[in-house]
T-cell receptor, first 114, second 113 residues
Framework: DGGITQSPKYLFRKEGQNVTLSCEQNLNHDAMYWYRQDPGQGLRLIYYSQIVNDFQKGDIAEGYSVSREKKESFPLTVTSAQKNPTAFYLC?????????????FGEGSRLTVL | KQEVTQIPAALSVPEGENLVLNCSFTDSAIYNLQWFRQDPGKGLTSLLLIQSSQREQTSGRLNASLDKSSGRSTLYIAASQPGDSATYLC????????????FGQGTELSVKP
């Protein structure tokens, strides 16, 4: 089945640790996105990539890093510099890189900092 | 700066009722508008995508309309069912900035049996 797979579904991290969230898509989409969702704040864009080996910062990129070495994969690293990393993280993809196309989401990863 | 607003934040209706969810945006120069559904603890499911040249888009019991001039979109749900209970979000793209979306806060819908 075509879709977006995020892993792990739940992740616990100690303060000071870096963690990496995986996002894989088999939809042959050019563009991929990472959003963060907090209660009462809606979804906010962290990073996005419209093509392999290229990515741009979104509205809240500080404390996060990404890579886009393969079309199918867009991992997000939450670094120790992120002050409040506990949140629900959503990965998305769309077929039209430069033009706004329909966005499809994965099931999300919930990160909790202990 | 584009802002997206959804009112009401929460809505509770009895089963079988027809209902309308509202979405407003401040900049009418949008490329398209997308409606999503989110179940608790889950990702977003795309419901309908309306292009700027369209007025309406339909999928089953769902009908979405778009009025760019007034900065509004509505999602109409016919004959609501308990399974429709979820949070509904609308989103518009940053104009000329690819597929980045600006989301509303969502309307949490509860359909009572």
């Amino acid at each position: 089945d075509g879709g977006i797979t995020q892993s792990p579904k739940y992740l616990f991290r100690k303060e000071g640790q870096n963690v990496t969230l995986s996002c894989e898509q088999n939809l042959n989409h050019d563009a991929m996105y990472w959003y963060r969702q907090d209660p009462g704040q809606g979804l906010r864009l962290i990073y996005y990539s419209q093509i392999v080996n290229d990515f741009q910062k979104g509205d809240i990129a500080e404390g996060y890093s990404v890579s886009r070495e393969k079309k199918e994969s867009f991992p997000l690293t939450v670094t120790s510099a992120q002050k409040n990393p506990t949140a629900f993280y959503l990965c998305a993809s769309s077929s039209a890189g430069a033009l706004p196309g329909e966005l499809f989401f994965g099931e999300g990863s919930r990160l909790t900092v202990l | 700066k584009q802002e997206v607003t959804q009112i009401p934040a929460a809505l509770s209706v009895p089963e079988g009722e027809n209902l309308v969810l509202n979405c407003s945006f401040t900049d009418s120069a949008i490329y398209n508008l997308q409606w999503f559904r989110q179940d608790p603890g889950k990702g977003l499911t795309s419901l309908l995508l309306i292009q700027s040249s369209q007025r309406e888009q339909t999928s089953g019991r769902l009908n979405a309309s778009l009025d760019k001039s007034s900065g509004r979109s509505t999602l109409y749900i016919a004959a609501s069912q308990p399974g429709d209970s979820a949070t509904y979000l609308c989103a518009v793209p940053y104009y000329n900035q690819g597929g980045k979306l600006i989301f509303g806060q969502g309307t949490e819908l509860s359909v009572k049996p």
